[in-house]
């Protein structure tokens, strides 16, 4: 069930209960759905709620893998009903940490666009698209969102375009341009008597659905799974018919970056890389009542390990380390291997 669920078709509250329950069946899966818990707490208007499971997942003793997306998710809750002080403490919080993962960013940029700090919200967005973006020669799919609402704030600032506006532009895939999207006065043709305007509005908002679809329709990325070296020589020792797919573990590391670098530049978005574990692939194995020497299994194992959200978002942001955990950025690595 999805938290953007309409609620007429769902009972918030009870999902939220369902999904803390199975978060204690499932302790490894249990920060991705107390996350979706909250979002249905939030949605059912029991806001406080929400924010005392974003503080249950924030003093968790094991820590998180997403620590900067809780406090932006708990911030924006905050600001909603009435504790604006404290939410932007978090906010600047956020932005003093420069996290590498575009998601905080949008979430409090966004929060800042609507409560009408326009000029904070551009800043913020702005922010993140230096840290990110620059020198950068393709933009991830996670940060297109970024680009979106930074052209979305500055449009409605009146702002002139900039190079990062024409990057958003660039990789905006609706059928109408970002300018026609994020115009302001777009609100007042609804209300036209001009059918020619009414048509244009309907023409856009069947733009925006659109891409709002396509966005729903892969919520986690397409991922390639890898395997840290002790992890694949553990595999091996287990399940030798496998090694027909993993010569060794330099060519296993070759490959996924070939792999992902071939379906960028076949024009795929939204691309990732899980990690595997022996015990985890075991145990998924065991779920569908497969062999893990059997190798069709693999790739089944990642996809479920990425709609876990298991992924990490590829390529790494600027400065960010590599993939592969040699502990050098992702420019120094993997990054700096010619395509």
Known sequence: MRPDTPAENVDHTAEAARLERTAGLYPED??????????????????????????????????????????????????????????????????????????????????????????????????????LLTDVPEPPYATHPLLFGRHRVRRMLGAAHDDWDTLADAVNSSPVSLDELHDPKRVWSLGSDNPLELEAEISRLRAELGTFREALSRPFPVAILHWPAGELAELLSAYPTLAAEYPSHETHLAVIEASLRELAASGTANLGIVTGTVPSYEAFAASEGTSPGDPDLLPQYATTLAARGKAAAWPPGRGASCWCGSQKTYGECHGAIEG
Do not use: C, M
Request: net charge negative; proline share 6%.
């Open 30 to 131: 249990a920060e991705a759905l107390l996350v979706q818990a909250a979002a249905h707490l939030e949605l059912s208007g029991a806001r406080p709620a929400a924010t005392t499971l974003y503080d249950r997942l924030l003093s968790s003793p094991a820590g998180l893998d997403a620590p900067h997306l809780v406090r932006a998710l708990k911030a924006s809750n905050l600001w909603e009903y009435g504790h604006e002080a404290e939410a932007r403490a978090i906010i600047d919080g956020i932005r003093a940490a420069a996290p590498r993962d575009p998601a905080p960013w949008v979430i409090v940029a966004e929060s800042l666009e609507a409560h009408d700090e326009l000029e904070a919200a551009e800043a913020t967005f702005t922010e993140a698209a230096r840290l």
